[in-house]
């Protein structure tokens, strides 16, 4: 009797503590996690949606061959603003808050002798709830 009231005890002990975890996990998944293909010349996917008052995290992933790319958002109004330089073949990471919900361009800033990148169709929007 003694032992089944011990391994009663036991199960509810670990039930509990799985359920605690699972608490936890969920409080500490606040950071949005976005991931972005950069390509020479667009990003996919284009439009991403997130929420307002949240860290978020975006990966880009550059599969272009040679070309450095950046993710820019420069919204004065609402003063976000974000630039992230990501170089050809490489990741690169960039966390911001977005406070004030909206919708917003994103695009690449950078330009060559034929034209901004932006106008070559890297540029997409990202919608915050
Ligand atoms: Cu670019």
């Not at 929420?51 to 978020?56: F, Q, R, S, T």
Request: hydrophobic share 40%; charged share 25%.
């Amino acid at each position: 009797m003694k032992r089944i009231t011990i391994t009663l005890f036991l199960i509810l002990f670990l039930v509990s503590l799985n359920i605690l975890r699972a608490e936890n996990s969920d409080s500490s998944d606040e950071v949005q996690k976005v991931e972005i293909i950069v390509e020479s010349y667009s990003f996919n996917p284009d439009t991403i949606t997130v929420e307002a008052g949240k860290p978020v995290e975006i990966t880009l992933r550059s599969v272009a061959s040679i070309i450095s790319h950046n993710f820019t958002i420069d919204d004065p109004e609402s003063g976000l603003y974000v630039v992230q330089e990501v170089k050809g073949g490489r990741d690169a990471t960039v966390t911001f808050i977005p406070e004030k919900p909206g919708t917003y361009k994103f695009y690449c800033g950078k330009k060559n002798i034929f034209g901004s990148h932006e106008k070559k169709g890297m540029v997409g929007t990202i919608i915050i709830n």
